[in-house]
């Protein structure tokens, strides 16, 4: 699928696109620009991406992942979350389906960015919980927004989405943006001692979809930064 390189909304641009293979199949890659005063004031890159597979175009449950950036994991493979697990799974899911998006938000951090996020690491390393931790910084649990999420969905023509995601805040947050979710299809990574306690206060204190960890051998899932 070729999309031309035009002004979508005021807010939205498409900068750049081409085929990328992956060991999951060829993605068509679209790369959009998004500017808001979040991204400036976190250090966030306002530049957005949407990996296609097939021609998702006036199709109904269209599996789709929303995933935000998480450097720590997807680059460096820190155990602290599952981020990097996540990623995969979706990419290797619409490889089986060939037909899918994932939508990588620059939303590191849960959106409070990377230097503030490795402060809140420290505070974990004395025993606060993921939302403590930003809290005690004065920053909010979850700074993400989804706006560039459904403006890229409406952009790429598809009638409703299959949500891959534990999250149900994300689904209600992308309804109110006005786009239709036709269903949530959960995600689930097997956690690790390191991941088990953050992946738990997401479950208890964030109302993420989760089962409950005994010992960190359950199967888990983090739902991404």
């Known amino acids: 699928m070729h999309v031309p390189m035009t002004a979508i909304r005021p807010q939205l641009e498409i900068c750049a696109q081409a ?24 250090g966030l ?11 998702v175009r006036r199709k109904s449950g269209v599996t789709l992942r929303v995933h935000s950036e998480c450097l720590t994991s997807e680059v460096f493979g820190s155990l602290k979350c599952d981020c990097r697990e996540q990623l995969e799974a979706a990419m290797a899911e619409i490889g089986r389906y060939g037909l899918g998006v994932v939508l990588y938000l620059r939303q590191e951090g849960r959106g409070i960015g990377l230097a503030n996020k490795i402060r809140a690491y420290e505070l974990q390393s004395f025993g606060h919980d993921t939302i403590d931790a ?26 409703s989405i299959r949500l ?9 947050a992308l309804a109110t943006l006005g786009v239709r979710v036709a269903s949530r299809a959960p995600s689930l990574i097997q956690a690790n001692p390191f991941s088990a306690p953050y992946l738990e206060a997401k479950r208890i204190r964030m109302g ?5 960890l005994i010992d960190g051998s359950a199967a888990s899932s983090g739902d991404g930064k």
């Open 19 to 42: 085929p990328v293979p992956t060991k999951h199949g060829i993605f068509q890659m679209l790369v959009f620009h998004w500017p808001s005063s979040t991204h400036a004031e976190h």
């Open 45 to 55: 890159s306002p530049d957005h991406v949407a990996l296609v597979m097939g021609d």
């Open 164 to 172: 891959l995601t534990n999250n149900p805040h994300k689904v209600d």
């Open 208 to 212: 993420h979809a989760l089962p409950s």
């Open 134 to 159: 930003n809290r005690l910084l004065g920053l909010p649990d979850d700074a993400r927004g989804y706006e560039p999420a459904a403006a890229m969905i409406e952009h790429l023509g598809i009638e």
